[in-house]
């Protein structure tokens, strides 16, 4: 399978005051197409710092990060926003639903940044809350829906552009264990019957479990990269995604 | 994103900070609308010139003592003699008007009036044009024999006798009885000064009623227009030559009606930017708006940005809030300017005038207030970093 995201020594250091602090030292990974990897490791390890370079959402301070064979360092800002909108679904650990808008226009956002027409938007972004079953709340603002509901709306936000790559941060961190294990029933569906590589941070040890990849991170680096299925590092194979 | 798009989204922004919106839209109304009424009334007194000027005709030349470049009123030294000289120059006694004039208590029984007293000769009327409602105008023979006949302005007319017929009637000009000959026909209103409120009298009789020789001013019809010119270049001469140590000046209508342009172009401006200062200060206001909006909704711009929205078009989506805002501002400003600018023409002595060129002047004004004004806040916005803007609370 090809590689959908290459990350080569990667660092990120934010500057504060005088200081600067290293969230990644040199990370170095290949997300390929149809890949499911969890990544987890410690409060502070840089899970979200390299969830973001992984979605164009941040460039590495130094290393190489390539998604869909463009080197995020070097393409400018509307060509990054391009990438994003065409190659990532992200879901946020918040959401992130705009409050005033219905669940249908949430949806739909994405769209308006690929220059689909407004009856077009609203017609895949209904069919997008249908797959995650809340086609009959389309018309209620984020407010008006629980939690799990709320996050089927963010799931579906990512999914409506027909991403290679979904990355979603902590997803399940604030829902009970049943919304949850929900959830990744539609992800690994998604994964598996439309090769949607999922990297998904967790604290959950479930839901890391049922990746077929895990990642490990500590103190910006990351210690161990396994799969599941073969028990080997995934340095050493090629196919890890397509196994059945 | 299509501009559809965006002017969906700024509507709904908008409209979920209502009360934000109509100030800042308040503060464009106003600005928009006292340019408007300015404008109008500048496009107004402007047209009211030109008017004047066409009633008189362009072959008016007005002969006063003194340089006119100076601009400081002179007092005459010009005579009955000197009209009759300049009279030979012209070479037509009629088409010689001259005037001497002081401002004088004017009384009908019990009513008095304040009021401007032209001594003028027979001809004033033709040179001039004014035309008569009732009665007569002053004749030869009146001002031959300084007689003691009076032409009321309309003004004057009504003030002193109502609706009743003052030909014939007894007034008394600075306590000297006169006979009331005729009244004028009403002008109205020029530059805010009332043209009905003078009286004519024979000027031998005004000038020995003011005790002088003195004639203030000429007025001279030209026959040719194209000759204007060199008459008037001979008129300046013949009175240099009869008074050599005086100086003369000769103005045509058009001279007077470009310098009167120019100090209307002047005062137009002058008001005009002082309407544009408040039109300025509600540009800051936008701004502020604008930049108060954002951050409030940094993390919508963060979404946004990580969902695929490039740059420019969170530029475009902030310019278009903006423009929409000061647009909403000018129409309604106009609205409001429309408004204004009838009432001033209702109730004020000023002249206006509503053109489609100041009314579309406003709304380009507003829109590029809007445009000037939310570029900076736009273009901040359009620089957001996404993952910090998601961060914000
Ligand atoms: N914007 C930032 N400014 C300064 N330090 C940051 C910033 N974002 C993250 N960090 C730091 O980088 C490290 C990694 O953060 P993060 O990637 O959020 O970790 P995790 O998601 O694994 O908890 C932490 O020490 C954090 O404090
Ligand atoms: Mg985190």
Redesign the interface.
């Given at each position: 399978m090809t590689a959908a995201i290459e990350v080569r020594q990667a660092a990120r250091a934010y500057r504060v005051g005088q200081t600067e602090v290293a969230a990644l030292r040199g990370v170095s990974l290949t997300v390929r197409r149809g890949d499911h990897l969890a990544v987890v490791g410690p409060s502070g390890s840089g899970k979200s710092t390299l969830l973001q370079l992984l979605g164009g959402l941040d460039r590495p301070t130094a290393g190489s990060v390539v998604i869909d064979g463009h080197d995020t360092v070097t393409v400018g800002e509307a060509e990054l926003a391009r990438i994003r909108n065409r190659v990532i679904g992200f879901v946020f650990q918040g959401f992130h639903l705009q409050p005033r808008t219905s669940a249908l226009d949430n949806v739909a956002l994405p769209l308006v940044y690929r220059g689909v027409r407004r009856a077009e938007r609203r017609r895949r972004a209904a069919e997008m809350l249908a797959r995650v079953g809340l086609a009959a709340r389309a018309g209620h603002l984020p407010g008006q829906l629980s939690g799990g509901e709320q996050q089927r709306v963010a799931i579906a936000r990512a999914l409506v552009t027909g991403p290679a790559v979904l990355l979603a941060d902590e997803p399940t961190g604030n829902l009970d264990s049943a919304a949850g294990r929900h959830l990744l029933d539609l992800l690994e569906q998604l994964n598996t019957e439309h090769g949607v590589a999922l990297a998904i941070v967790t604290h959950d040890h479930e839901v890391a479990a049922r990746a077929r990849r895990q990642i490990v991170m500590r103190d910006g680096r990351i210690v161990s990269d396994t799969d599941t299925d073969t028990a080997t590092d995934t340095d050493t194979i090629t196919d890890s995604g397509v196994c059945s | 994103?299509?501009i559809?798009?965006a002017a969906r989204v700024a509507v709904?922004a908008l409209v979920?900070a209502r009360l934000r919106t109509g100030l800042t839209v308040l503060g464009v109304m106003i600005g928009v609308s006292s340019v408007m009424v300015l404008i109008a009334i500048g496009d107004g007194t402007r047209r009211e010139v030109a008017g004047r000027v066409d009633e008189l005709g362009s072959n008016l030349l007005l002969v006063v003592p003194g340089k006119v470049e100076i601009g400081m009123p002179t007092i005459s030294r010009m005579q009955l003699s000197d009209v009759e000289a300049v009279a030979r120059v012209v070479g037509d006694p009629t088409r010689v008007a001259a005037s001497v004039a002081s401002g004088e208590l004017v009384q009908a029984g019990p009513v008095k009036t304040f009021t401007t007293v032209a001594g003028v000769l027979e001809n004033n009327r033709t040179v001039l044009v004014r035309d008569i409602a009732r009665g007569a105008y002053l004749s030869r023979a009146d001002v031959d024999s300084a007689r003691r006949v009076a032409v009321l302005g309309a003004t004057v007319a009504r003030v002193l006798y109502g609706g009743t017929d003052p030909v014939g009637r007894q007034i008394t000009v600075a306590g000297v009885r006169f006979r009331v000959a005729g009244v004028f026909a009403p002008l109205g209103q020029s530059l805010g000064v009332d043209r009905d409120d003078e009286v004519h009298i024979p000027l031998t009789t005004a000038q020995r009623l003011f005790a002088t020789t003195r004639v203030d001013g000429l007025a001279v019809r030209a026959t040719d227009p194209a000759g204007m010119a060199a008459l008037g270049d001979r008129i300046v001469a013949e009175l240099g030559e009869r008074h050599p140590d005086s100086a003369f000046s000769v103005v045509t209508q058009d001279q007077i009606l470009s310098v009167l342009g120019d100090i209307l172009d002047v005062l137009t401006g002058v008001l005009g930017a002082t309407a544009g200062i408040s039109l300025l200060v509600s540009g800051v206001g936008v701004s502020n708006i604008m930049l108060v909006s954002i951050r409030e909704r940094t993390?919508?711009i963060?979404?946004?940005?990580?969902?695929?929205?490039?740059?420019?078009?969170i530029a475009a989506q902030f310019l278009t809030e903006a423009v929409l805002l000061t647009s909403v501002g000018g129409v309604l400003g106009i609205a409001l300017g429309v408004a204004a600018t009838v009432a001033v023409e209702r109730f004020t002595p000023l002249p206006t005038l509503l053109t489609g060129w100041s009314i579309a002047l406003s709304f380009g004004v507003a829109a590029g207030v809007g445009i000037i004004f939310g570029v900076l806040p736009a273009l901040r916005a359009a620089r957001l970093?996404?993952?910090p803007a998601?961060r914000t609370e």
């Amino acid at each position: 399978m090809t590689a959908a995201i290459e990350v080569r020594q990667a660092a990120r250091a934010y500057r504060v005051g005088q200081t600067e602090v290293a969230a990644l030292r040199g990370v170095s990974l290949t997300v390929r197409r149809g890949d499911h990897l969890a990544v987890v490791g410690p409060s502070g390890s840089g899970k979200s710092t390299l969830l973001q370079l992984l979605g164009g959402l941040d460039r590495p301070t130094a290393g190489s990060v390539v998604i869909d064979g463009h080197d995020t360092v070097t393409v400018g800002e509307a060509e990054l926003a391009r990438i994003r909108n065409r190659v990532i679904g992200f879901v946020f650990q918040g959401f992130h639903l705009q409050p005033r808008t219905s669940a249908l226009d949430n949806v739909a956002l994405p769209l308006v940044y690929r220059g689909v027409r407004r009856a077009e938007r609203r017609r895949r972004a209904a069919e997008m809350l249908a797959r995650v079953g809340l086609a009959a709340r389309a018309g209620h603002l984020p407010g008006q829906l629980s939690g799990g509901e709320q996050q089927r709306v963010a799931i579906a936000r990512a999914l409506v552009t027909g991403p290679a790559v979904l990355l979603a941060d902590e997803p399940t961190g604030n829902l009970d264990s049943a919304a949850g294990r929900h959830l990744l029933d539609l992800l690994e569906q998604l994964n598996t019957e439309h090769g949607v590589a999922l990297a998904i941070v967790t604290h959950d040890h479930e839901v890391a479990a049922r990746a077929r990849r895990q990642i490990v991170m500590r103190d910006g680096r990351i210690v161990s990269d396994t799969d599941t299925d073969t028990a080997t590092d995934t340095d050493t194979i090629t196919d890890s995604g397509v196994c059945s | 994103m299509r501009i559809g798009e965006a002017a969906r989204v700024a509507v709904g922004a908008l409209v979920a900070a209502r009360l934000r919106t109509g100030l800042t839209v308040l503060g464009v109304m106003i600005g928009v609308s006292s340019v408007m009424v300015l404008i109008a009334i500048g496009d107004g007194t402007r047209r009211e010139v030109a008017g004047r000027v066409d009633e008189l005709g362009s072959n008016l030349l007005l002969v006063v003592p003194g340089k006119v470049e100076i601009g400081m009123p002179t007092i005459s030294r010009m005579q009955l003699s000197d009209v009759e000289a300049v009279a030979r120059v012209v070479g037509d006694p009629t088409r010689v008007a001259a005037s001497v004039a002081s401002g004088e208590l004017v009384q009908a029984g019990p009513v008095k009036t304040f009021t401007t007293v032209a001594g003028v000769l027979e001809n004033n009327r033709t040179v001039l044009v004014r035309d008569i409602a009732r009665g007569a105008y002053l004749s030869r023979a009146d001002v031959d024999s300084a007689r003691r006949v009076a032409v009321l302005g309309a003004t004057v007319a009504r003030v002193l006798y109502g609706g009743t017929d003052p030909v014939g009637r007894q007034i008394t000009v600075a306590g000297v009885r006169f006979r009331v000959a005729g009244v004028f026909a009403p002008l109205g209103q020029s530059l805010g000064v009332d043209r009905d409120d003078e009286v004519h009298i024979p000027l031998t009789t005004a000038q020995r009623l003011f005790a002088t020789t003195r004639v203030d001013g000429l007025a001279v019809r030209a026959t040719d227009p194209a000759g204007m010119a060199a008459l008037g270049d001979r008129i300046v001469a013949e009175l240099g030559e009869r008074h050599p140590d005086s100086a003369f000046s000769v103005v045509t209508q058009d001279q007077i009606l470009s310098v009167l342009g120019d100090i209307l172009d002047v005062l137009t401006g002058v008001l005009g930017a002082t309407a544009g200062i408040s039109l300025l200060v509600s540009g800051v206001g936008v701004s502020n708006i604008m930049l108060v909006s954002i951050r409030e909704r940094t993390r919508e711009i963060g979404l946004r940005k990580a969902v695929g929205a490039r740059p420019s078009d969170i530029a475009a989506q902030f310019l278009t809030e903006a423009v929409l805002l000061t647009s909403v501002g000018g129409v309604l400003g106009i609205a409001l300017g429309v408004a204004a600018t009838v009432a001033v023409e209702r109730f004020t002595p000023l002249p206006t005038l509503l053109t489609g060129w100041s009314i579309a002047l406003s709304f380009g004004v507003a829109a590029g207030v809007g445009i000037i004004f939310g570029v900076l806040p736009a273009l901040r916005a359009a620089r957001l970093d996404p993952v910090p803007a998601l961060r914000t609370e």
